[in-house]
């Protein structure tokens, strides 16, 4: 499954999604539009989404990489990483950004579309 990740000003992200339980919940709330706010220098992270994602089959935890797109569950909000960051349990993998994720790393909130692309 791939996502279209528009930034409002005219960024536009494409992310191939992993094939988990997660991500197939995440994908079912497309589309959708976030306000996004810079967390740790590492990511920008959405509050709360509408829905619990399922996190059925998935790992205690995750480690992420520059351009992961992660739920983080104990919170219920979606992450979207511009840098590495340290593991994280409850941390799940939905994603991962086609290309270089630098157009998240700035200092400001962001607003954000996201909608399935096939």
Known sequence: ??????IEGGDVLT???????????????LPITLEMNDF???????????????TEDAPQGHKPEAGDLAHYAPWNNL????????????????????????????????TVTIEQLN
């Open 1 to 6: 499954m791939k996502i279209k990740i528009s």
């Open 15 to 29: 992310a191939t999604m992993e094939d988990n339980s997660a991500a197939r919940d995440f994908v079912s709330l």
């Open 40 to 54: 740790a220098g590492t990511e920008k992270a959405a509050g709360s989404l509408p829905k619990n994602l399922s």
């Open 79 to 110: 992450a979207a990483f511009y840098k590495a960051d340290k593991y994280a349990g409850g941390l799940v993998l939905l994603g991962r950004i086609d290309g270089d994720p630098s157009a998240l790393d700035i200092a400001y909130s962001i």
